[in-house]
């Protein structure tokens, strides 16, 4: 036998201990339900959010601020605090990225709050890195809005939200679900113009730059949308002051209706941290005491975001099972190694979340039939395209126990899918053709998440997802998706990724999507992404990408990362490529980072909430996908 082919050999023993090994630790982790569910983290905002969430329920008086969550904001407060960057002194929104102003600004606010000396050593470096960073006059608009709330900013200086959005059409349905989710019980807090103190002597005028005005800065020319709607606010801002009440206070009712009737079926609104925060806000200034049912609920929900094991104090930005239990079949389905009975427990679980009534994609879909799944335990109103594409490809491993019911849902979900592709022939997240540029310069919309158009990695799995189960090739919304996928492949080779970190995921999903749809890896576009992965290979054998390739609009290179490095193997065999030395060298990184109980370590962010302002991470990803791309290589060697 050949040097090279006992190493392939070796390789290939290695990746299947390793596959047993990832294989018996996953199925440990299954809940008797049948779910897998992960943890989900992200950066420090959260919990300062946390901290402001408290003030505002316990407001402070004369003699000072006795809230009685005291504990829990103290746990807050040291659970920020050891997060802070020895470096620079700030804080990321991201493992190992650069001081961010707006999170750093919601920390210092908390941490001061909180009790920290704001002459200690630690925030004295931490304000040193905001005024560095331009000041608070730097910060988006939701910190600013935040903190208008309290006086801490002039609230003339801070984008309008006004609650007759609701009121004008299907306007508000043209911003994407989340931003939707977070604007419309903003706008009831705003409106009703809150006067919330702070403790005696409390501020963080230190925070702003000398000399540096506290107004919207003025971008673009004359005749621009950022000044068009610069305009929009100044009248917003007349129409608080001098605007019809009874007008007014239709919106605010029109408001209410809507978020009390999305708190239906779901856990929290949207079941997400911010508009569940804003829904508490909203309830608590509408006059729902505690011990009303709509807000108790609401405040329910949100502290089930929280994790404070006596060890750690956190909160989730939501919960994550139903998409951690798809990528878990996935890959378990691709390794052979789970008994029928588990995915099938799985299988059942999953079936009984789809989405069985109308949600805010119905707007624009009226008359198609309800379907799909959302990310969370429950969230009726809000399934996503790319966890629906992901739950049929986890449904192509394994059949719940009811044959007729598991083909009537996949039967409703292909058809939900084929009426979600947009024009372009793509996917996005939640609604169809969710894309209006224009939206991006209202005054608020500096988070980077007003819209949710068609992307890449959701169009590839959805094309992977419906080939799975029967759609033809040839069928129209396939070849417009094909066709979408080879417009949207970048210069390089590679395809954007909305919610993974970056170019490497978009790649993967892209070239699992084309090769489902019968692309040939003699096509360019297949060669070509399946050399630029090759090409950003790190030399220990595996791949990494920073969070900053969002900044950069380019790949930017980062230490290797087990749920990266997968992403490639899984890009690469898709290109048509299961033979190269790069292939063999992943698959010997993965096996030999693997932890003894079958586990890989990953403190990086490699999911993606908002681009640029909004980083995940997923702790299944690192075990997870390991195991799928693992699989897959076994497989070229059969």
């Known amino acids: 036998m050949s040097p090279s082919l006992q190493t ?18 996953l199925l440990s982790q299954q809940n008797e339900q049948g779910f897998w569910w992960g943890e989900l983290t992200a950066d420090t905002t ?9 003030l505002w329920l316990y407001p402070a008086t004369h003699k000072g601020w006795f809230p009685p969550t005291r504990i829990q904001i103290d746990r807050a407060v040291q659970s920020i605090l050891a997060r802070q960057s020895a470096a620079n002194g700030g804080f990321s929104i991201y493992p190992g990225g650069p001081a961010d102003v707006s999170a750093s600004v919601k920390a210092y606010f908390a941490l001061k709050l909180g009790g920290i000396d704001p002459e200690s050593p630690a925030m004295t470096r931490l304000r040193e890195r905001i005024l560095a960073l331009g000041g608070l006059q730097a910060a988006n608009s939701y910190v600013k809005i935040n903190l208008s709330l309290f006086h801490l900013y002039p609230r003339e200086h801070v984008p309008s939200v006004p609650p007759e959005m609701i009121l004008m059409g299907k306007l508000i349905y043209h911003m994407s679900a989340w931003a939707r989710a977070i604007v419309i019980p903003l706008a009831i807090v705003q409106a009703m113009n809150p006067d919330r103190p702070v403790p005696p002597g409390f501020s963080i005028d230190e925070l702003f ?44 009712d029109r408001c209410k209706a809507w ?48 994790v404070d094991d006596g060890q ?102 292909i058809d939900w899918l084929i009426a979600m592709q947009a024009k372009d022939g793509g996917w996005a997240a939640f609604d169809v053709d969710n894309n209006w540029p224009v939206l991006s310069h209202v005054p608020f919309a500096d988070h980077n998440a007003m819209l949710d158009p068609a992307c890449p990695d959701i169009s590839g799995r959805v094309l992977e997802g419906l080939i799975l189960h029967g759609v033809d090739p040839a069928h129209p919304t396939i070849r417009k998706g094909v066709e ?70 380019t790949y930017v290179p980062a230490e290797s990362t087990p749920s990266q ?37 990953e403190p990086q962010a490699t999911g993606t909430g908002f681009p640029r302002v909004f980083y995940l991470n997923y702790h299944m990803y690192r075990n997870s996908f390991p195991l799928l791309a693992l699989a897959a290589f076994l497989k070229t060697r059969q």
């Open 209 to 252: 730059v000398p000399g540096v005005s506290k107004a919207f800065p003025r971008k673009g020319g004359m005749f621009s949308w950022d000044r068009f709607f610069l305009g929009v606010d100044r009248v917003c801002k007349l129409w608080d002051r001098f605007g019809p009440e009874g007008f007014r206070q239709t919106a605010i």
């Open 312 to 413: 750690r104090f956190f909160f989730q930005p939501c919960f994550s099972v139903v998409w951690d239990t798809a990528i878990a079949m996935h890959a378990l389905g691709e390794a052979g190694t789970a008994p029928s009975v588990a995915l099938s427990r799985a299988a059942d679980w999953l079936l009984s979340k789809e989405v069985r009534r109308k949600g805010d994609w119905s707007v624009h879909r009226p008359d198609t039939e309800p379907s799909g799944w959302y990310f969370e335990f429950a969230n009726e109103f809000y399934p996503d395209i790319d966890d629906t594409g992901m739950v049929m490809i986890a449904l192509g491993f394994s059949k719940g126990r009811n044959d007729a019911a598991h083909t009537a849902a996949v039967r409703r979900c």
């Open 259 to 306: 978020i009390l009737e999305r708190t239906q079926h779901t856990d929290g609104l949207a079941a997400i941290y911010p508009p569940m925060m804003y829904t508490i806000m909203a309830l608590d200034l509408l006059g729902h005491e505690p011990g009303d049912p709509d807000r108790d609920e609401a405040e329910r929900q949100f502290d089930n975001l929280m």
């Open 8 to 25: 392939t050999d070796a390789v290939a023993a290695r990746a299947g201990e390793a596959i047993h090994r990832a294989s018996a630790w």
């Open 46 to 54: 959260l919990e300062a959010d946390y901290v402001l969430l408290q």
């Open 484 to 553: 979408y996928l080879i417009r949207a492949q970048e210069a390089d080779g590679s395809w954007f990724g909305r919610w993974g970190v970056n170019y490497i995921y978009g790649t993967y999903l892209a070239l699992r999507g084309l090769r489902a749809a019968g692309e040939s890896d003699r096509e360019v576009h297949m060669l070509r992404a399946g050399e630029w992965l090759r090409a950003i290979q790190n030399a220990d054998g595996g791949w990494g990408e920073s969070c900053e390739s969002y900044c950069k609009d």
């Open 565 to 601: 490095t997968a992403w490639a193997i899984l890009g690469l065999i898709a290109s048509g490529d299961t033979r190269s030395d790069s292939l063999e060298r992943a698959a010997a990184y993965l096996s030999r980072t693997q932890n003894s109980d079958g586990t890989w370590d």
